[in-house]
């Protein structure tokens, strides 16, 4: 089975820290676009960050540019969503997705999901 599991949500006050994960099984990470987004209450999904499968630099959405960074070990077959100086308006639930094509085509490209874990940055 095709499988993607996020974890690394919960509260945290504003300013602070989480690392989130997304664990693969079933296949290969390596061979397939990643994606982070997000959808906060109320309100559209957002794209947060993404990496295609040939590497190079992640694409970011601006409102995290220079907070979150993008990560994942081959070895683990899991990636990551790094988030520094969190705002109370990066609380929403975060899901991972794969694109088999390899390339960044946004979330109607994505092939398989996550069930999302949640962050909220709270004081």
């Known amino acids: 089975q095709l499988q993607l599991v996020e974890s690394g949500g919960g509260l945290v006050q504003p300013g602070g820290s989480l690392t989130l994960s997304c664990a693969a099984s079933?296949?290969?990470?390596?061979?397939?676009?990643i994606g982070w987004f997000r959808q906060a209450p109320g309100k559209e999904r957002e794209g947060v960050s993404c990496e295609r499968s040939s590497g190079g630099l992640p694409n970011y959405a601006d409102s995290v540019k220079g907070r979150f960074t993008f990560s994942r070990n081959t070895a683990k077959n899991t990636a990551y969503l790094q988030m520094n100086g969190l705002k109370p308006e990066d609380t929403a639930v975060y899901y991972c997705?794969?694109?088999?094509?390899?390339?960044?085509?946004?979330?109607?490209?994505?092939?398989?999901w996550g069930r999302g874990t949640l962050v909220t940055v709270s004081s």
């Open positions: 997705a794969v694109d088999a094509s390899g390339n960044c085509l946004g979330a109607d490209g994505m092939d398989i």
């Open positions: 079933g296949f290969a990470l390596d061979y397939y676009a």
